[in-house]
């Protein structure tokens, strides 16, 4: 399988926006047209071929080596094929994710997986605040799709998400599922204060205790036979996010944010 | 000169303006203005620790006068003040709650007023038959006000308690008339977006550096932008208050400031310019966003004003 | 310096031009006679077989002011999708629902408009509007002060005070605003929400003052016509958007009693109740009574399809609107004792049967008005539409079957309520031009615009006669404003300041001391710093200050 | 063609096209799920009466099944894909939805789609919940016993319906025994169902009647107490004649249950009372699809 590589020659500035650098889009190109590409980082537009080298062919794979925190928007609104980072990223790391994977081996900024639609995005590493979250002014965050995150998320996990599923190996901070509208947050970790804050409806499920807001209403210890149907759902995906199965059905259901009159969901296993 | 350069625009008061910003962008809000509040309200509900301190005269223009042009005598007008040990009269009601329980309090009270059961008996240490009595009375208010000060809600994501409050002014209104009353307007906060707003179509923290609008409400915080090394200069402007220094950075900094500002570490260029409303004339939008001031010249000055100074300065780009 | 337009063909309703080739020639900003054979001009624009008409002028548009900077705060998502970038001449902004004033300057400018007038500027939020005002580029602009629930004015008519009083007190409100006309926007019951009234019909009492909305217009439309100021009392009647409303409209035209009075987005005021969904096209009536009554005039407020955000001083009908948000966002606002105002974002869909009816409504209103002269073509931008659609609407209006092309693509059942697609007219480019320039110039009483006279100033638009006339009425081959060339192929080529058109009757400077009083007490600011000077207006950005006569001033 | 004794017509059957789904009904044990699968199915031998034409397909053990519960399979019959949509409804609803502990899943691809739970969510009065699993809709509907979970919706085949042979023994019960053989037999097979009671059916019927309002009417020819009377299609020594009704995803399908059938019928043989195994058709002009018994049995 034909690939394209992009090294890192070293950290720039000011951060870039890496948004044209997808495997789609980069389908068919020589690798000295992607080194013409220009890249906004700041008030300037720099050439790809500044930053990076440039190796391989062009195929339905490209991977970003040596990436640091300064590179902004790794696949955004990227549609189809596979994108491989080797290193940390920077903010709105598959933003509006149109279909494809992209794997970090690092860890990611802020607004990862921010209006994303569909596909899958994979971060081995940690993850900054508003994960599949909404940005200023949007009333929905992530649309659909499988986010996992292998280490800790930041505050407001999926604040208004909309629909998908996001899965957090580790820690979850404050306010996580915040503004829920639907869609399925799963923390194996700990998560931060007020989960669910505001909460209108969709489920986040918690391995332990949590300091829920008194705005949630306690709806007993259930076993609820969807959490079987979602467990097989992620059966075939390779993190320890997604065994969460093996906790079994038996959860204790909070309901709320009955603030906003939300119907959400917090399950805690039993 | 943003435009010209590419630069991002922010606020020193953002960060708290912000709360408010965006709960506007997300939900929108129920408001009112300095003169309803004194004519109107039979119940004001004032949030946070320091408004009386921070805005001295709210109460004695706004709250303590009980004529008003709809009432034959003196109005009926309750108060009561919520936050942590907030600083009220001594004889005021007080309800005390942490910051970090504000949300949480605002969410009850909406419960409560929309006879939504809950199963909590306590919310931040208040007992729900406070709260609840504190719900009845803002349903039986014919103009009731709840009034906060976005920069007293000092906490990360601030705005989620500003959202709460918004969400209980917006259900109350399904049967009475009530509503918010944003307190701000520091060092032209108020007024820096309003202009930005209107000339680019997007509020503070809006960057240029695309030759075109970009709005980030949360990397384009100057704090935010400094801290990650992703600005390379810092021009900082604070015609009004010497106290207000620019943040300790190693960007390179130019400030462009009050003669009577002292510096711990010297920027690398330093303007001094006039101050508006002393030295010349401008504008200034008071909390409400609503009613702007004409700021008139009232003495001569050597130095600049910031326009003057960045026009010059742009000029010589 | 001479400027020649060449061989075009010139509609001039207010001079009689239809289709007339001639010569235009300029000096000084100024239309001025055909210097004769000796002089050169310096230069020379052929134009031969193009269309020249005067710069368009939008009576009714919100372009700036409180709602409208609340609107843009509201929609940053709406914005983003729509940038303007850098040029050499312009700035970098944001357009579409609620564009910034820059975006809101270039892009009328660049469609041959050269005159805006914002029609609710509250006098206490007057300084924002000039500040706004004055950051919209090229275009002239003006205002309409909002009375008639201000507490101040319904204290007064309480109190039982007399017309001349009244007079003073709208006179002074015009002066210390610069305003150019009063706009009355659902009467008293902005007011009467701040008491909880959540309706008011137009013969029902007011809370507390216990006066009723046909009163309020009475005394305000009376204060105008003893003022002589040339545009009448501008309307925007009690139950916006209320099936079943058209009766109240109706009822509206004939409570003025003759009184000169303008109807603003009467669209929304159409509306009977007939039909199984209750909801049904009132236009005919309301055409029929237009026609029948010429101390009326109308905006329309036509809607058209897609996002857009409604920002209206009318609070009490927002909040009832909030429910149709869409995106589900909504500000409503109770302002100083003087006003209101409400914004809810709003997406008009084809395929909804209420929103089809609407835009069907529209059109059926401005094709059955006889007079174009006493109709305007607007969308109440941005409630109805954004200005931007107006090539759009004008195509609509002038060409039968791209009209019925669009009827049948709306929802069924709408477009069968709808005598729309029985009605043959097509407005002429000489009613387009009266529609568009002369009349909204005659009725706002701006002598020297809206015309090709001799004196007038050089506000002029050039275009391509085309037979799809949305392509021709979006972009224009030149805009001339003040004489100078401000768009080219709509392009902007050079940014210039407007004016403020405003008139001044003459009132009782002793009126203050009636206010001071009041102000003092209950209002947050002091009487003295209320008022805005022509100085103040100019450090705003306006080029100058535009006085317009009013008919007959009585002295005080 | 004889087989063991057993005469075998030079005939066929002849079938209809017809829209099928495939549900998969779920609950805590076999037990339960076999109530909610009977019920749902129940009064659905014929498209004539009742709308639909239904049965149990198999049981499905929990590693069958979408939640990893015991399950059966169904599968349901019907003359449109909108007829079919409203009897799903109305049977799952009714019969499924009811029952404790029950879950149903779609079983079915099929490119067009049909409501399962899309519309009987609504019984949840507000308090039911989505969840979307990759491309599955699943509604949870909060029950007395916990929440019953739905998928969205189920795909829609092609299918065919009315494949059939029948029995023709020298007493009723020789020709029940052989047919119960074949019912059992062919209930192994995926994709068929045989929808009449016990898989059996005794009322064959015949097109018109001299009654205007009916339609069909008994099949004289091969009812054994008018042998004297006109026309009858049976010899002296036919005592009884049952026939096995078989509806089939694919004409594969019921090509393969017939065949079992037959063959089962066929191994009890002469022996066993067995005479002749004939087929129902008109004539080959209103079915698309003809099984020819020789042809199946070659």
């Known amino acids: 399988m034909s690939q394209v590589v992009l090294t890192l020659r070293a950290s720039p500035a000011i951060v870039v926006d890496c948004s044209p650098l997808t495997p789609d889009r980069l389908a068919g190109k020589s690798a000295a047209t992607i080194a013409a590409i220009e890249l906004q980082s700041g008030n300037r537009r720099l050439p790809a071929g500044d930053l990076f080298d440039i190796t391989g062919e062009s195929g339905d794979t490209l991977v970003i080596r040596?990436?640091?925190?300064?590179?902004?928007?790794?696949?955004?609104?990227?549609?189809?094929?596979?994108?491989?980072?080797?290193?940390?990223?920077?903010?709105?790391?598959?933003?509006?994710?149109?279909?494809?994977?992209?794997?970090?081996?690092?860890?990611?900024?802020?607004?990862?997986?921010?209006?994303?639609?569909?596909?899958?995005?994979?971060?081995?590493?940690?993850?900054?605040?508003?994960?599949?979250?909404?940005?200023?002014?949007?009333?929905?965050?992530?649309?659909?799709?499988?986010?996992?995150?292998?280490?800790?998320?930041?505050?407001?996990?999926?604040?208004?998400?909309?629909?998908?599923?996001?899965?957090?190996?580790?820690?979850?901070?404050?306010?996580?599922?915040?503004?829920?509208?639907?869609?399925?947050?799963?923390?194996?970790?700990?998560?931060?204060?007020?989960?669910?804050?505001?909460?209108?409806?969709?489920?986040?499920?918690?391995?332990?205790?949590?300091?829920?807001?008194?705005?949630?209403?306690?709806?007993?210890?259930?076993?609820?036979?969807?959490?079987?149907?979602?467990?097989?759902?992620?059966?075939?995906?390779?993190?320890?996010?997604?065994?969460?199965?093996?906790?079994?059905?038996?959860?204790?259901?909070?309901?709320?944010?009955?603030?906003?009159?939300?119907?959400?969901?917090?399950?805690?296993?039993? | 000169m943003a435009n010209r350069i590419g630069a991002i625009v922010d606020h020193m008061n953002s960060t708290a303006l912000s709360r408010n910003l965006l709960v506007l962008q997300d939900s929108g809000w129920i408001v009112t203005t300095f003169a309803e509040v004194r004519s109107r309200a039979d119940f004001v509900l004032i949030v946070g620790t320091e408004t009386n301190s921070r805005f001295p005269r709210f109460a004695e223009r706004l709250i303590d006068p009980l004529d008003s042009p709809f009432s034959d005598g003196p109005m009926q007008r309750s108060v009561v003040y919520l936050g942590a040990r907030p600083k009220a009269p001594a004889d005021a009601r007080v309800l005390d709650c942490p910051t970090n329980k504000l949300g949480e309090v605002f969410g009850a009270l909406r419960c409560l007023v929309a006879n939504r059961p809950l199963q909590a008996v306590r919310v931040a240490g208040l007992d729900m038959e406070i709260l609840n009595g504190l719900a009845d009375e803002m349903r039986k208010a014919k103009y009731g006000v709840v009034a906060w000060a976005a920069a007293d809600l000092d906490q990360p994501h601030g705005e989620l308690i500003v959202q709460s409050i918004c969400g209980l002014v917006s259900d109350l209104n399904e049967t009475t008339r009530f509503a918010g009353l944003p307190l701000g307007g520091n060092d032209a906060d108020v007024t820096a977006n309003q202009v930005t707003l209107w000339q680019t179509g997007l509020p503070l923290r809006t960057g240029f550096g695309r030759g075109v609008p970009e709005y980030d409400a949360y990397h384009f915080g100057t704090d935010r932008l400094l801290a990650g090394r992703n600005a390379d200069v810092l021009l900082w402007i604070s015609a009004f208050d010497p106290l207000r220094l620019p943040p300790e950075t190693d960007v390179p900094t130019i400030v462009l400031g009050s003669p009577a500002m002292r510096f711990t570490k010297a920027p690398a260029v330093f303007i001094p310019v006039a101050t508006p409303g002393l030295h010349h004339a401008g504008h200034f939008f008071r909390s409400d966003g609503v009613m702007a001031i004409r700021l008139r010249k009232l003495a001569d000055s050597p130095l600049p004003s910031v326009a003057e100074a960045l026009t010059a300065i742009e000029q010589a780009l | 310096m001479l400027i020649r337009l060449k061989g075009g063909r010139i509609y001039d309703p207010a001079n009689g031009a239809n289709g007339t080739v001639r010569d235009i020639y300029i000096r000084d900003g100024r239309i001025v006679a055909d210097p004769g054979d000796s002089a050169r001009p310096d230069q020379d624009y052929d134009v031969s077989g193009k269309v020249v008409m005067a710069g368009a002028i939008d009576m009714h548009t919100h372009i700036g002011g409180g709602k409208v900077n609340i609107a843009r705060a509201l929609l940053p998502e709406d914005h983003r999708a729509d940038l303007l970038a850098r040029t050499e001449l312009t700035r970098a902004c944001c357009g579409h629902a609620a564009p910034s004033t820059l975006a809101t300057g270039y892009r009328y400018a660049e469609m041959g408009y050269t005159a805006c007038f914002e029609p609710a500027l509250l006098p206490t939020n007057a300084r924002q509007a000039h500040m706004e005002m004055g950051d919209v580029p090229i275009v002239d602009k003006g205002g309409y002060a909002l009375l008639g629930n201000d507490d101040l004015l319904l204290s007064l008519m309480r109190e039982g005070a007399d017309q001349k009083l009244i007079n003073d007190y709208v006179a002074w409100t015009l002066d210390v605003t610069q305003c150019i006309g009063i706009k009355v926007v659902n009467p008293g019951g902005i007011n009467a929400f701040k008491f909880n009234a959540r309706k008011l019909d137009l013969d029902e009492t007011s809370p507390r003052y216990g006066i009723t909305p046909r009163a309020i217009l009475l005394t305000l439309a009376q204060a105008i016509e003893d003022l002589g100021v040339p545009h009448p009392l501008h309307v925007h009647g009690c139950n916006l958007g209320v099936p079943g409303n058209v009766d109240t409209t109706l009822e509206t035209i004939s409570g003025i009693e003759g009184l000169p009075m303008h109807l603003t987005h009467i669209q929304f005021h159409s509306y009977g109740t007939e039909g199984d969904r209750k909801f049904s096209s009132g236009a005919a009536r309301i055409a029929e009574a237009i026609n029948r009554n010429p101390n009326i005039s109308a905006d329309v407020g036509q809607i058209l399809f897609g996002q857009t955000v409604t920002a209206s001083g009318d609070n009490m009908s927002q909040h009832r609107n909030r429910k149709f948000a869409s995106p589900n966002k909504w500000v409503v606002m109770d302002i100083e004792c003087d006003a209101g105002c409400g914004v809810v974002p709003f997406r008009y869909r084809d395929q909804n049967f209420v929103n089809a009816l609407q835009w069907a409504i529209g059109l059926e209103i401005f094709l059955s008005v006889d007079d174009p002269w006493r109709i305007f073509l607007t969308t109440d931008h941005p409630n109805g539409a954004p200005f931007t659609t107006y090539p759009h609407l004008i195509r609509l209006l002038m060409d039968k079957t791209f009209r019925n092309e669009q009827l049948a693509r709306l929802n069924p059942d709408a477009a069968a309520a709808s005598t729309l697609g029985s009605i043959t007219r097509e407005y002429t480019l000489n009613e387009m031009a009266i529609m568009t320039r002369a009349g909204p110039a005659k009725i706002l009483g701006l002598a020297d615009r809206g015309h090709l006279g001799i004196g007038a100033g050089a506000d002029i638009t050039v275009y391509t006669d085309h037979e799809d006339r949305e392509a021709m009425f979006r972009t224009p081959d030149y805009v001339f404003k003040d004489g100078e060339l401000v768009a080219k192929d709509g392009r902007i080529v050079k940014v210039t300041l407007g004016a403020t058109h405003v008139v001044k009757p003459a009132y009782d400077r002793g009126i203050e001391d009636r206010l001071r009083p009041f102000f003092a007490r209950y209002r947050s600011t002091r009487l003295e710093n209320f008022a805005i000077d022509e100085e103040e207006l100019c450090e705003c950005g306006s080029s100058r200050l535009t006085v317009h006569q009013c008919r007959h001033a009585r002295v005080a | 063609m004889i087989i063991n004794g057993v005469t075998i017509d030079e005939t066929f059957a002849e079938a209809f096209g017809m829209r099928a789904t495939r549900l998969i009904i779920t609950a805590a044990n076999l037990r339960w799920a076999n109530h909610a699968a009977n019920a749902a199915t129940g009064f659905a031998t014929s498209v004539i009466g009742c709308g639909a034409e239904a049965g149990i397909e198999r049981e499905l053990s929990p590693d069958e099944t979408p939640d990893g519960r015991p399950g059966v399979s169904v599968l349901l019959f019907a003359v449109s894909g909108k007829e079919l949509a409203k009897q799903v409804e109305r049977r799952v609803g009714q019969c499924v939805l009811t029952s404790p502990t029950s879950a149903v899943f779609s079983g079915c691809d099929g490119e067009e789609k049909i409501a399962l739970g899309k519309n009987l969510r609504y019984f949840g009065d507000g308090y039911q919940i989505s969840k979307l699993f990759g491309s599955r809709r699943y509604w949870r509907v909060p029950v007395m016993d916990g929440e019953f979970i739905c998928e969205e919706t189920t795909g829609v085949v092609k299918a065919v319906g009315g494949g059939n042979f029948l029995v023709l023994a020298a007493s009723q019960m020789q020709a029940l025994l052989a047919c119960e053989a074949a019912v059992e037999a062919m209930r192994k097979l995926p994709g068929v169902v045989m929808p009449f009671p016990g898989g059996v059916v005794r009322s064959g019927s015949k097109v018109g009647s001299k009654y205007k309002a009916l339609s069909a009417s008994t099949n004289d020819a091969f009812c054994p107490t008018l042998r004297g009377i006109g026309n009858s299609e049976l010899s002296p020594e036919t005592g009884a004649v049952l026939e096995i009704v078989i509806d089939g995803i694919t004409e594969a399908d019921i090509r393969q249950a017939m065949r079992v059938g037959m063959q089962a019928v066929c191994a009890i043989g002469a022996a066993g009372g067995i005479q002749r195994i004939t087929a129902g058709n008109y004539g080959g002009k209103l079915g698309k699809y003809h099984f020819h018994l020789r042809e199946i049995l070659a």
């Open chain 1, 66 to 270: 040596n990436a640091c925190n300064k590179l902004d928007r790794i696949g955004a609104g990227m549609n189809g094929g596979t994108l491989e980072v080797e290193g940390d990223v920077g903010a709105f790391l598959g933003a509006g994710l149109v279909s494809g994977t992209i794997r970090v081996s690092g860890g990611a900024g802020a607004f990862a997986a921010t209006g994303m639609v569909a596909g899958t995005l994979h971060v081995r590493g940690n993850v900054g605040d508003f994960l599949g979250a909404a940005i200023a002014g949007d009333k929905q965050g992530m649309l659909g799709g499988l986010v996992v995150v292998d280490g800790d998320a930041g505050d407001r996990v999926g604040d208004h998400l909309r629909r998908g599923i996001i899965l957090v190996g580790g820690n979850a901070g404050d306010y996580c599922a915040s503004r829920m509208l639907a869609g399925t947050i799963a923390v194996r970790g700990r998560v931060g204060a007020l989960p669910g804050y505001a909460m209108k409806r969709g489920t986040l499920l918690l391995a332990g205790a949590a300091e829920l807001p008194t705005t949630f209403n306690d709806c007993g210890t259930h076993e609820l036979m969807f959490l079987r149907l979602f467990a097989r759902h992620l059966a075939g995906v390779d993190a320890a996010a997604a065994s969460f199965a093996p906790h079994g059905e038996r959860v204790r259901r909070f309901v709320g944010d009955r603030a906003n009159g939300g119907l959400g969901e917090i399950l805690i296993t039993v």
